[in-house]
């Protein structure tokens, strides 16, 4: 049972949705930010023609990157593509025509964004016309073409099958990014993904020559990179269009900057403000994490940072079942907010590239990832608008990413490691269909000087887990330093959960000072997620209370997640491979037969 103790207030145009001041904004934002990438790049190309630095090109590795700007110091900095079986790893083939739950999904008429590294091969066997390159760049990209196939493959080989492989795809090089992204999202546009970032900490052979090179600002800190971990103006411009764009959730790889730097002492390359140009080094300098490795907009608040794992063949099994990726970045970042948000996995996967409209390769990395979660993303926004006939905001999405993700690593709630754990797309669709029968879904909003109240009835059999996410107002960027403890969230929500008893339960949080412990419960007043966990309720009533501290401006839009009881209605699972004798038609143990559930 659930029972509603509020107010809802809803705003002329719709707080759920893009208010005609918001669509405003964004063309604003459009128009700014192209003038300001398009200055930005011409004075980077002018002063790399003069130094003969490279402008965009492609590694030995694969790698591809392209000259964005200057950074304060003079030093280029450079988008690069971050590549080095992933459905069953987070269960999105439950929910495929032929899957265990039935469901059918594929993505049919679905818009999902793509900005990337260069122009995708539209023509290839994989997109059966569903894709289109929205801007002129010039470049086929292998990295662009196999992100946009791990989204929307359709499955002509049936191991590069796509996420979802009928949904529409709108590619787009990085060129002007944020300033498409604006734009795009003005338009309506709901989830668009982006596997690259900006170069940070170590990289090997930038230039080509077998030689590592340090990215990190000398002027700031001589042994590590202070962009690691700091939220900066890229990060707060994306947060920006995310704010302005209730509906528009922005994935982004996490990163592959853990475990990378040279031994004490090799000489390297660094940036010298004095110079204004690339010197030789042999000062010793920190290696790339073991924590704090996620730099630029990968930081942003409302956006879905996605980290990477290892393939898990047979499917999600327990915790241990879940393994980190060598190479992918981990958390906290500077307030000590928790990041990666989720992960998938980004180890050999195979999927379409640009040499030919027949051609495929297997990549790694946190490049592959990210659209693995989006091209599910796209699934669950389906089945949710099938259902509820409209789609969820952005924040209400991640909140259920979140809240239906499976445990990983070694303690139980979120870490900096997996984040909140290991996407389930099975287990987000499956929430969606048993709406009502133990579970919640609550778009709302939060009014300044006020509180909501609703209450839930547990016969204390099932597990009570709430979680509310919000798009909050962009940061101030502090002034460049390692490691500032300036608090980046500006509205503070806080999620309590009250038994009848007066038993209080409060989030999860972390500590950036002890990144290796256990997540505790108290006060969170860093993250825009928060999570109540009660593994074994007492039965009863609960009270869900969000309250806010300070002043949230007229009104805080929030998702609000439960899953408070065993449901009435329960999804019961059958397959072909299934034993009628020793099934209890779970996802794990399914029925052989349709009567054999119903009986």
């Known amino acids: 049972m659930i029972r509603y103790i509020f107010f809802v207030f809803y705003f002329i145009a719709g707080i759920n949705g893009q208010t005609i001041d918001q669509r405003k904004k964004l063309l604003d934002l459009s128009e700014a930010y192209l003038k300001k990438s398009q200055s930005q790049k011409a004075q980077a190309d002018s002063i790399a023609r003069l130094k003969n630095w490279p402008i965009y090109g492609k590694l030995s590795t694969g790698e591809e990157f392209w000259l964005k700007r200057l950074a304060a110091n003079r030093m280029p900095l450079y988008y690069s593509t971050e590549n080095l079986t992933s459905a069953i790893s987070i269960s999105t083939d439950h929910v495929w025509p032929g899957g265990e739950s039935q469901l059918f999904l594929n993505g049919n008429d679905m818009i999902v964004g793509e900005w990337d590294g260069g122009r995708v091969l539209i023509e290839h066997q994989e997109f059966d016309n569903r894709a289109f390159q929205i801007d002129e760049y010039p470049d086929l990209s292998d990295h662009a073409t196999h992100v946009g196939g791990t989204m929307i493959a359709t499955g002509i080989n049936q191991q590069a099958h796509g996420m979802s492989n009928a949904a529409i795809l709108y590619a787009n090089s990085w060129n002007n990014d944020d300033s498409e992204m604006a734009a795009a999202a003005a338009d309506g546009l709901i989830l668009s993904n982006h596997s690259y970032g900006t170069r940070g900490g170590w990289h090997w052979d930038s230039f080509s020559d077998e030689m590592w090179v340090w990215w990190g600002d000398t002027d700031v800190d001589l042994m590590e990179d202070y962009h690691f971990g700091f939220y900066d103006e890229q990060s707060r411009e994306w947060d920006e269009i995310a704010f302005n764009a209730p509906h528009y959730l922005i994935v982004l790889s996490a990163g592959n900057d853990r ?48 980290g990477a794992v290892n393939d898990i063949n047979d499917g999600y099994n327990g915790s241990n079942s879940v393994n980190i990726s060598s190479f992918s970045s981990v958390g906290p970042v500077d307030d000590g907010r928790i990041k990666p948000d989720i992960v998938a996995n980004g180890v050999g996967l195979l999927s379409s590239v640009s040499s030919s409209i027949e051609a495929y390769d297997s990549y790694s990395g946190t490049s592959m990832s990210a659209p693995s979660a989006t091209g599910s993303l796209i699934l669950v926004q389906q089945w949710y608008q099938e259902r509820q006939d409209i789609l969820m905001q952005a924040a209400t999405l991640k909140a259920l990413v979140i809240h239906t993700a499976d445990e990983a690593g070694e303690y139980e709630g979120p870490d900096y490691r997996y984040g909140w754990g290991l996407m389930n797309t099975s287990r987000a669709i499956d929430l969606i269909s048993q709406l009502g029968n133990g579970y919640l879904i609550q778009e709302t909003v939060l009014l300044d000087s006020d509180s909501l109240e609703f209450q839930v009835s547990s016969n204390g059999s099932h597990p009570l887990r709430v979680t509310i996410s919000w798009t909050d107002i962009p940061g101030i960027p502090p002034a460049p330093s390692v490691n500032p403890p300036n608090i980046m969230l500006v509205n503070d929500l806080d999620l309590r959960v009250i038994h009848e008893s007066g038993t209080v339960y409060n989030p999860y949080k972390l500590s950036p000072y002890y990144p290796d412990n256990p997540a505790t419960t108290g006060d969170n007043i860093v993250d825009n997620v928060e999570q109540v966990h009660v593994p074994n309720p007492e039965p009863g009533i609960y009270t869900i209370r969000i309250t806010h501290k300070e002043s949230i401006g007229l009104a805080q839009p929030l998702g609000l997640i439960v899953s408070y009881d065993i449901p009435g209605n329960q999804m019961i699972h059958v397959n072909i491979t299934g034993d009628d004798l020793t099934a209890d038609g779970s996802e794990e143990n399914p029925f052989g037969s349709i009567q054999a559930a119903i009986d």
């Not at 000062?283 to 879905?304: A, E, M």
Request: aromatic share 10%.
């Open 259 to 306: 475990n990378d730097g040279p031994s004490p002492g090799m000489e390297h390359w660094v940036w010298s403000s004095l110079e204004n140009d690339w010197v030789l080094s042999t000062d010793t300098r920190n290696p790339d994490g073991p924590w704090d490795c996620i730099s630029y907009h990968k930081i942003s608040k409302n956006v879905l940072t996605v």
